[in-house]
């Protein structure tokens, strides 16, 4: 566990005359959201340049009178504090920086007044087409017209026209009547994204967001323009006209795509996923996740889910294909695959069970090219939770060399798959033929065909766990929605399979607890939300494949450059 | 009481017979003469000169020039520019336009004088999009001073070295906002900065610390070197020091270009001895005395109030003919000195018409930036534009002063004021006018009403 950052310079500023102590930089925006209260805003947000362009965030501001000759501060003999200058003009909380004795107003009738007439002017030329808009829910311009809207129009003229249902690339698509012209997504392209492809084009009122011309908004980041409309101008092609937000339960999760562990919100109802977006860690993935990571929920209803107990070919049931699993592991010659892609607590078991089989353990490693921002080139999301868990002391390889060594040795006669295709990990037809697989797994392949028993587990939507991040961060994910009929956790299959009295997540933190040095004294439930530093010096000189990434820089020199 | 002569600094040559703009005729009546005495001073003099002159920039605030340049961070290590504001857009102003026309080498010198002052190695002359002609007069004249050793390497044989570039706009109001220029010479849209923290003297072209100074200003920065900046102090009033060129348009008998002492003439002595007075037949009604976004003053009104004369406070009370064409008093009574752009409506004209007109202007040239600024002045020239050519509501002057009232003071750049300090001001001297618009347009057209051209 790591200290917390030292405190940097505080300044105390005061907001509606509640004094508040900040470090220096904040602005009046962030200030003001640690006393609980909130500014309205459109164009501020917390990781992109700041433009002051929706002018939503005016408050009033003001400083201690200083005396010309002195310099010392002026008091107010009515009420014995110091004198406050008020600037006559109001200011943008987005660009107005916290400095020492900075005073705030954000309820006088002059900022009252502002939001007003901002609100006012975003609606005259917007369509209200709410009743139809897939934003209203989570709309910003909703939101902030019942609180300083004018519950009518004063507006008689005609609203100005523009361009309806863009395809600005694959995913996204624009409604430019919408578009309050805020530039959060030009300012993502560029800042974030690094692929500068949006852009305002005419003037004034008839500005218009549009793509530049030949290009396409289709970097994998492209979702995040969506997330960050305040309005219903961006709206996700594959989202659009699905479902209603407010009908939708929000399960915090962790994209598995890579070892970023980049943290998501999981959108349900009734058992189905609508959609994926990230949760705010500012040690992680700010704001932002990856495109790719979106569509993973999308392998939860896949035809080729695996949704039947078998054994030998036969549809069974859990205690017979345990037993049968049991019977072929007593043969010995016992080999375990484990997964980077199971959780910290899934790997515990494993260990278990290749502990009490005596088993050789093996993992296989997936890497792909990083992009530098939230995709590492560690595909596997939990490699750092086999370190931990003690599944594996070495980094793994790509294929299985050994594996399949040992079975041309005839060492291995048994081969206990968790979820890894071990095929596609290089074992061939031949080897194949000379093991019996116990394949514990989501989705059919090669290895679940050839299997002689098949326990069809959950994915990382239907169940509780912890993955450890790239940063050796553990963070954890829960159940969206219920597993399909057939499919059971891979946490009961492993314990019963290692004979261990584990039920759920609640109970097998209690033997990690116990057994896992390095996570000593934690719970299940007193992992925070935005997860927990681990102390990674025990395997600091591994030279892990991952290349820079958003908030992680490799401590040696990445194996695959990505 | 009779007018004063006018008082031509930088209309000194510009109309004499014979005077041309190439570099020839300048240097004959001493051109570039102040440049070769400036380069062999030091550069911090030249600045206390501006300093002392108490110049105020001629683009339409009236910031102190000296202030301006004192403003400058010249700690930073990094390049400081300088930016000609040649973006003359303001609706009634064509002052500098004359100038870069007839007398290109003035502001040239005035540039170049200004540069040495402040170590600029690089200035811009940000040139209107819709002035060609005025841009190849100024690329041929650089070429010759170039060429004569007064602007690029060693100037005058010195270690001083500073070149011009000029730049042509592409036609844009907003170009002419000093931070939007910036944007705009960066090769991006002219969306105006943010104030804090991008001033131009600390974060300006390229994040370098910039001056930017208007034409006209830059011109007098010649005079004040070659006279010294307590000479120039002397001319025009205090605090509104030097000369002032303006431009008057409209119904008037003699439009034009005049050039006088900073406050030592009034509307009234300007319009009717100047300008030769109203049209026959015609009264004067209204007139806009800083560039079209200044606060319209009617005739007949009266300004009453308290002004400082010297140590004591005078009490005034002025007719619109009796008001001091000076940044401070036009101030005093609630409108602006702005540009010099004088404009002049007689009695034919129809307040809600001209409008109608302006708000068309500052609909058209908000860069769109910003919300109020942006969404208000379109739904201004809207409502305008409906009352003059569709259904106008006796309720409509009300709104349309609300409108006016959201926007200025809360928009990123000035323009806010700009666009709506009219639709204030016309509905504040004319609100009659407005609120009987439906009435008035039902009326027969007045026959005695004669054709405007």
Same mark, same amino acid.
Not at chain 2, 115 to 130: D, H, L, P, S, T
């Given at each position: 566990?790591?200290?917390?950052?030292?405190?940097?310079?505080?300044?105390?500023?005061?907001?509606?005359?509640?004094?508040?102590?900040?470090?220096?930089?904040?602005?009046?925006?962030?200030?003001?959201?640690?006393?609980?209260?909130?500014?309205?805003?459109?164009?501020?947000?917390?990781?992109?340049?700041?433009?002051?362009?929706?002018?939503?965030?005016?408050?009033?501001?003001?400083?201690?009178?200083?005396?010309?000759?002195?310099?010392?501060?002026?008091?107010?003999?009515?009420?014995?504090?110091?004198?406050?200058?008020?600037?006559?003009?109001?200011?943008?909380?987005?660009?107005?920086?916290?400095?020492?004795?900075?005073?705030?107003?954000?309820?006088?009738?002059?900022?009252?007044?502002?939001?007003?007439?901002?609100?006012?002017?975003?609606?005259?030329?917007?369509?209200?087409?709410?009743?139809?808009?897939?934003?209203?829910?989570?709309?910003?311009?909703?939101?902030?017209?019942?609180?300083?809207?004018?519950?009518?129009?004063?507006?008689?003229?005609?609203?100005?026209?523009?361009?309806?249902?863009?395809?600005?690339?694959?995913?996204?698509?624009?409604?430019?009547?919408?578009?309050?012209?805020?530039?959060?997504?030009?300012?993502?392209?560029?800042?974030?994204?690094?692929?500068?492809?949006?852009?305002?084009?005419?003037?004034?009122?008839?500005?218009?967001?549009?793509?530049?011309?030949?290009?396409?908004?289709?970097?994998?980041?492209?979702?995040?323009?969506?997330?960050?409309?305040?309005?219903?101008?961006?709206?996700?092609?594959?989202?659009?006209?699905?479902?209603?937000?407010?009908?939708?339960?929000?399960?915090?999760?962790?994209?598995?795509?890579?070892?970023?562990?980049?943290?998501?919100?999981?959108?349900?109802?009734?058992?189905?996923?609508?959609?994926?977006?990230?949760?705010?860690?500012?040690?992680?993935?700010?704001?932002?996740?990856?495109?790719?990571?979106?569509?993973?929920?999308?392998?939860?209803?896949?035809?080729?889910?695996?949704?039947?107990?078998?054994?030998?070919?036969?549809?069974?049931?859990?205690?017979?294909?345990?037993?049968?699993?049991?019977?072929?592991?007593?043969?010995?010659?016992?080999?375990?695959?484990?997964?980077?892609?199971?959780?910290?607590?899934?790997?515990?078991? +494993?260990?278990? =069970?290749?502990?009490?089989? %005596?088993?050789?353990?093996?993992? !296989?490693?997936? *890497? &792909?090219?990083?992009? #530098? $921002?939230?995709?590492?080139?560690?595909?596997?999301?939990?490699?750092?939770?086999?370190?931990?868990?003690?599944?594996?002391?070495?980094?793994?390889?790509?294929?299985?060399?050994?594996?399949?060594?040992?079975?041309?040795?005839?060492?291995?006669?048994?081969?206990?798959?968790?979820?890894?295709?071990?095929?596609?990990?290089?074992?061939?037809?031949?080897?194949?033929?000379?093991?019996?697989?116990?394949?514990?797994?989501?989705?059919?392949?090669?290895?679940?065909?050839?299997?002689?028993?098949?326990?069809?587990?959950?994915?990382?939507?239907?169940?509780?766990?912890?993955?450890?991040?790239?940063?050796?961060?553990?963070?954890?994910?829960?159940?969206?929605?219920?597993?399909?009929?057939?499919? +059971?956790?891979? =946490?009961?299959?492993?314990? %019963?399979?290692?004979?261990?009295? !584990?039920?759920? *997540? &609640?109970?097998?933190? #209690? $033997?990690?607890?116990?057994?896992?040095?390095?996570?000593?004294?934690?719970?299940?439930?007193?992992?925070?939300?935005?997860?927990?530093?681990?102390?990674?010096?025990?395997?600091?000189?591994?030279?892990?494949?991952?290349?820079?990434?958003?908030?992680?820089?490799?401590?040696?020199?990445?194996?695959?450059?990505? | 009481?009779?007018?004063?002569?006018?008082?031509?600094?930088?209309?000194?040559?510009?109309?004499?017979?014979?005077?041309?703009?190439?570099?020839?005729?300048?240097?004959?009546?001493?051109?570039?003469?102040?440049?070769?005495?400036?380069?062999?001073?030091?550069?911090?003099?030249?600045?206390?000169?501006?300093?002392?002159?108490?110049?105020?920039?001629?683009?339409?605030?009236?910031?102190?020039?000296?202030?301006?340049?004192?403003?400058?961070?010249?700690?930073?290590?990094?390049?400081?520019?300088?930016?000609?504001?040649?973006?003359?857009?303001?609706?009634?102003?064509?002052?500098?336009?004359?100038?870069?026309?007839?007398?290109?080498?003035?502001?040239?010198?005035?540039?170049?004088?200004?540069?040495?002052?402040?170590?600029?190695?690089?200035?811009?002359?940000?040139?209107?999009?819709?002035?060609?002609?005025?841009?190849?007069?100024?690329?041929?004249?650089?070429?010759?001073?170039?060429?004569?050793?007064?602007?690029?390497?060693?100037?005058?044989?010195?270690?001083?070295?500073?070149?011009?570039?000029?730049?042509?706009?592409?036609?844009?109001?907003?170009?002419?906002?000093?931070?939007?220029?910036?944007?705009?010479?960066?090769?991006?849209?002219?969306?105006?900065?943010?104030?804090?923290?991008?001033?131009?003297?600390?974060?300006?072209?390229?994040?370098?610390?910039?001056?930017?100074?208007?034409?006209?200003?830059?011109?007098?920065?010649?005079?004040?070197?070659?006279?010294?900046?307590?000479?120039?102090?002397?001319?025009?009033?205090?605090?509104?020091?030097?000369?002032?060129?303006?431009?008057?348009?409209?119904?008037?008998?003699?439009?034009?270009?005049?050039?006088?002492?900073?406050?030592?003439?009034?509307?009234?002595?300007?319009?009717?001895?100047?300008?030769?007075?109203?049209?026959?037949?015609?009264?004067?009604?209204?007139?806009?005395?800083?560039?079209?976004?200044?606060?319209?003053?009617?005739?007949?009104?009266?300004?009453?109030?308290?002004?400082?004369?010297?140590?004591?406070?005078?009490?005034?009370?002025?007719?619109?003919?009796?008001?001091?064409?000076?940044?401070?008093?036009?101030?005093?009574?609630?409108?602006?000195?702005?540009?010099?752009?004088?404009?002049?409506?007689?009695?034919?004209?129809?307040?809600?018409?001209?409008?109608?007109?302006?708000?068309?202007?500052?609909?058209?040239?908000?860069?769109?930036?910003?919300?109020?600024?942006?969404?208000?002045?379109?739904?201004?020239?809207?409502?305008?534009?409906?009352?003059?050519?569709?259904?106008?509501?006796?309720?409509?002057?009300?709104?349309?002063?609300?409108?006016?009232?959201?926007?200025?003071?809360?928009?990123?750049?000035?323009?806010?004021?700009?666009?709506?300090?009219?639709?204030?001001?016309?509905?504040?001297?004319?609100?009659?006018?407005?609120?009987?618009?439906?009435?008035?347009?039902?009326?027969?057209?007045?026959?005695?009403?004669?054709?405007?051209?």
């Amino acid at each position: 566990m790591i200290q917390p950052a030292k405190p940097a310079d505080l300044v105390t500023v005061n907001v509606d005359g509640k004094d508040i102590a900040v470090p220096k930089g904040t602005n009046v925006i962030e200030a003001a959201r640690q006393l609980g209260i909130d500014i309205p805003h459109y164009c501020y947000h917390p990781k992109l340049t700041i433009v002051g362009n929706c002018r939503m965030c005016l408050i009033e501001m003001g400083l201690p009178a200083v005396d010309p000759a002195t310099k010392a501060p002026i008091v107010d003999p009515a009420t014995g504090k110091p004198k406050i200058n008020w600037m006559p003009r109001p200011q943008i909380g987005c660009g107005t920086n916290a400095s020492p004795g900075l005073h705030i107003r954000t309820t006088s009738p002059l900022v009252k007044d502002c939001r007003e007439g901002v609100m006012e002017f975003l609606l005259i030329n917007h369509p209200l087409d709410c009743p139809i808009c897939d934003q209203a829910g989570e709309c910003k311009l909703q939101e902030q017209s019942t609180g300083y809207g004018r519950g009518y129009s004063r507006f008689v003229e005609q609203k100005n026209v523009k361009p309806k249902r863009t395809q600005l690339g694959p995913r996204v698509t624009l409604d430019d009547e919408r578009c309050i012209l805020c530039s959060r997504c030009i300012r993502f392209s560029k800042e974030i994204a690094k692929d500068d492809v949006l852009g305002f084009i005419d003037r004034g009122s008839y500005s218009t967001l549009t793509c530049y011309p030949g290009r396409k908004l289709e970097n994998n980041y492209s979702l995040n323009t969506v997330d960050i409309c305040p309005v219903g101008a961006l709206t996700s092609t594959d989202f659009r006209f699905k479902m209603r937000v407010w009908f939708l339960k929000q399960t915090n999760s962790i994209d598995t795509e890579s070892s970023v562990g980049a943290n998501t919100v999981v959108w349900s109802r009734e058992g189905a996923i609508y959609r994926i977006t990230p949760r705010r860690n500012d040690e992680v993935n700010d704001t932002w996740m990856a495109d790719s990571g979106r569509e993973l929920f999308k392998a939860v209803k896949a035809a080729d889910r695996l949704t039947a107990i078998k054994v030998n070919g036969a549809d069974s049931e859990l205690d017979i294909a345990i037993n049968a699993a049991t019977q072929l592991c007593k043969e010995g010659g016992v080999a375990v695959v484990g997964s980077g892609r199971s959780s910290v607590e899934e790997q515990f078991l +494993t260990k278990k =069970l290749a502990d009490t089989l %005596k088993a050789s353990t093996f993992l !296989v490693s997936w *890497v &792909g090219q990083g992009d #530098k $921002l939230l995709v590492s080139a560690d595909r596997n999301p939990n490699v750092r939770g086999a370190l931990v868990t003690g599944l594996i002391k070495t980094l793994p390889a790509p294929k299985l060399t050994d594996l399949a060594a040992q079975i041309d040795a005839g060492k291995i006669r048994t081969v206990i798959s968790v979820g890894e295709d071990l095929a596609a990990a290089g074992l061939s037809a031949v080897q194949f033929a000379k093991i019996s697989v116990i394949y514990l797994g989501t989705h059919a392949n090669a290895t679940s065909a050839a299997a002689k028993v098949v326990i069809p587990t959950q994915s990382v939507f239907e169940k509780h766990g912890t993955l450890v991040n790239q940063q050796f961060r553990l963070q954890k994910f829960a159940q969206a929605v219920p597993a399909p009929v057939g499919t +059971t956790d891979d =946490l009961v299959v492993l314990a %019963k399979l290692a004979g261990v009295a !584990v039920a759920d *997540v &609640g109970s097998a933190w #209690k $033997l990690i607890a116990a057994e896992v040095p390095a996570l000593g004294t934690m719970t299940f439930v007193n992992i925070p939300e935005t997860g927990l530093l681990l102390d990674a010096t025990p395997w600091a000189a591994l030279p892990f494949v991952e290349g820079e990434t958003l908030h992680y820089k490799p401590a040696v020199p990445a194996a695959v450059t990505a | 009481m009779a007018a004063p002569a006018q008082r031509r600094i930088i209309f000194q040559h510009i109309d004499e017979a014979g005077y041309t703009n190439d570099l020839a005729c300048y240097q004959k009546h001493g051109g570039y003469e102040v440049l070769k005495k400036s380069v062999t001073r030091k550069p911090e003099e030249l600045i206390d000169e501006v300093k002392k002159s108490g110049l105020r920039g001629r683009g339409g605030a009236g910031f102190p020039c000296g202030v301006k340049w004192g403003l400058v961070d010249r700690k930073s290590g990094k390049p400081i520019y300088l930016i000609v504001n040649a973006d003359e857009s303001e609706p009634g102003t064509f002052k500098d336009r004359y100038i870069m026309h007839q007398d290109p080498h003035q502001l040239i010198e005035g540039t170049m004088i200004s540069c040495f002052a402040n170590n600029v190695k690089q200035a811009y002359i940000y040139i209107r999009g819709e002035m060609p002609h005025g841009a190849r007069i100024l690329e041929k004249a650089i070429a010759e001073a170039r060429a004569a050793g007064f602007v690029g390497k060693n100037i005058l044989g010195t270690n001083y070295s500073c070149d011009i570039f000029v730049h042509r706009g592409a036609g844009a109001y907003i170009c002419g906002e000093e931070t939007g220029l910036i944007e705009s010479l960066e090769g991006k849209r002219a969306n105006p900065r943010i104030k804090p923290p991008y001033f131009p003297a600390v974060l300006g072209l390229y994040q370098c610390p910039t001056i930017v100074n208007n034409v006209e200003t830059l011109c007098h920065v010649k005079y004040i070197i070659e006279h010294g900046g307590a000479e120039f102090a002397k001319i025009g009033t205090p605090g509104n020091t030097g000369t002032r060129i303006y431009c008057v348009s409209g119904h008037v008998q003699r439009p034009g270009y005049f050039e006088f002492e900073c406050g030592k003439i009034t509307m009234g002595q300007l319009l009717n001895d100047v300008c030769g007075g109203p049209l026959p037949g015609r009264k004067f009604k209204a007139v806009i005395p800083g560039g079209s976004s200044a606060k319209i003053m009617r005739f007949g009104e009266r300004y009453k109030g308290k002004r400082k004369v010297g140590a004591e406070m005078v009490d005034y009370d002025w007719a619109v003919e009796d008001v001091p064409m000076d940044f401070d008093s036009l101030g005093m009574i609630g409108t602006m000195g702005g540009s010099g752009g004088v404009i002049v409506m007689d009695d034919t004209v129809n307040m809600v018409e001209a409008l109608a007109n302006i708000n068309a202007f500052y609909s058209h040239e908000s860069c769109g930036q910003c919300t109020p600024c942006r969404e208000g002045s379109l739904w201004m020239k809207k409502i305008t534009t409906r009352m003059v050519h569709g259904a106008a509501r006796a309720e409509d002057a009300a709104l349309l002063k609300s409108v006016a009232d959201q926007i200025p003071g809360r928009t990123i750049c000035a323009f806010g004021e700009a666009c709506s300090w009219p639709t204030q001001s016309f509905i504040a001297k004319f609100g009659d006018e407005f609120k009987n618009y439906h009435e008035t347009k039902q009326a027969p057209k007045s026959t005695a009403a004669q054709p405007l051209v």
